[in-house]
């Protein structure tokens, strides 16, 4: 019953999923990868061209139908690289900022904001994030309880957030 | 404003903290949600910062933070958390306070019962001779001299009980009739046990095994 697929604005779905698609890209491929754009737009052109043949039936989420489209088409990457290759490419952990001279200058206000902490925030930060320590080893590191690293780690972010939008 | 329940995971999936399932249930959550999605890449911001750029920790700093953090004396303490170093004081007190009290509640003394293997002092007892496997019936069986006014009972067992004497000597030597019995290729133990000069057991030796090996 093709009459019954759900209504869908082939526009504002791009403009909604498209970073959605590309943080999952970027973030299985590394952003250091270059190709991670394309395969990004090759998933949104395979996402409008499958709801326009009506392989959208409404039976799961469209985010649901998007994500098993960006998942399969990751693996498939992955493989063809792998053959030409011999091995995956190694996914970068984070994103590089320094991308582009926006991205720069919005890395630069996240430091100096990290740089205006109070220091008991920064070690939070330093342990939890950079150390990559779990929360009960920086609780144990800094002797406080593991629900204060928590609301450290929390204040401290919220604090970044604030400076970054004055 | 109720917290969508995924938005503790950001941290845990940024991390690459997460097992395969919980990271494709995260990552078809944030397809979904809007609202965590920005979350995410607001935190991913953030979190990439700190991760690259090592200056926003002060080069100065970063070893203090290592050595404040690692100081022998704050991992110590910081075994437990004040909760729960707390908690175990509370526990500790009341063991004391138990083992105090515990004693006005008895009648009486209690009885001290010993049985034959049990010792008085902690002493211990050194065979000497023999403890590895010989070539002839052993004419002697030494062990280490505790002090004066003690008696010991040395016992040779074939499996059974071969021989007990008694003697104050650190030193028995083997009857002739007892060496007769004894044959090559058997196996054999020993046992000393040290009693005061009152009658109480002060030491048992290990029982030790040794074989009179056959003449070649």
């Avoid at chain 1, 929360?135 to 604090?159: D, F, M, Q």
């Avoid at chain 1, 970044?160 to 004055?166: A, V, Y």
């Amino acid at each position: 019953m093709t009459d019954t697929q759900p209504e869908i604005d082939l526009d504002e779905l791009v403009l909604k999923y498209r970073p959605v698609v590309s943080f999952r890209v970027r973030k299985a491929l590394g952003g250091a990868t270059p190709d991670w754009e394309d395969v990004a737009d090759e998933i949104i052109t395979q996402v409008i061209e499958k709801i326009k043949n009506g392989e959208f039936r409404g039976e799961s989420s469209i985010g649901t139908f998007i994500y098993t489209i960006t998942s399969r088409r990751i693996v498939d990457h992955i493989r063809q690289k792998t053959k030409v290759l011999r091995h995956a490419p190694e996914p970068s952990a984070f994103p590089d900022p320094h991308e582009t001279v926006e991205n720069r200058e919005r890395a630069e206000q996240i430091a100096n904001a990290v740089k205006g902490l109070k220091p008991k925030f920064r070690e939070v930060l330093y342990l939890y994030y950079y150390k990559e320590m779990p929360r009960e080893e920086v609780a144990r590191r800094l002797g406080i309880p593991p629900r204060r690293v928590s609301e450290r780690v929390n204040y401290a972010l919220k604090l970044i957030k604030k400076d970054l939008k004055k | 404003m109720t917290e969508c329940k995924y938005e503790g995971l950001i941290d845990r999936y940024l991390l690459h903290q997460m097992g395969e399932g919980e990271r494709n249930e995260f990552e078809e959550h944030y397809f979904n949600c809007a609202s965590c999605f920005a979350k995410m890449v607001e935190r991913d911001e953030i979190v990439g910062v700190l991760k690259r750029e090592k200056s926003v920790f002060a080069a100065e700093e970063r070893p203090a933070i290592e050595a404040r953090t690692t100081a022998l004396h704050e991992r110590v303490f910081a075994f437990f958390t004040p909760k729960q170093w707390a908690l175990a004081g509370a526990a500790a007190a009341l063991l004391i306070a138990v083992l105090t009290m515990t004693p006005l509640f008895r009648n009486g003394h209690s009885e001290f019962v010993m049985n034959g293997e049990e010792t008085v002092r902690g002493s211990s007892l050194t065979l000497i001779s023999p403890v590895i496997d010989i070539n002839a019936v052993p004419a002697y069986f030494e062990w280490k001299k505790l002090g004066d006014d003690v008696e010991y009972q040395v016992s040779i067992y074939n499996g059974d009980l071969l021989w007990k004497t008694s003697t104050k000597d650190n030193t028995v030597s083997l009857p002739e009739d007892i060496k007769s019995r004894m044959i090559a290729g058997q196996r054999y133990s020993w046992q000393v046990k040290a009693f005061s000069k009152e009658g109480t057991l002060i030491a048992v030796s290990s029982r030790v095994q040794f074989t009179v090996n056959p003449a070649n």
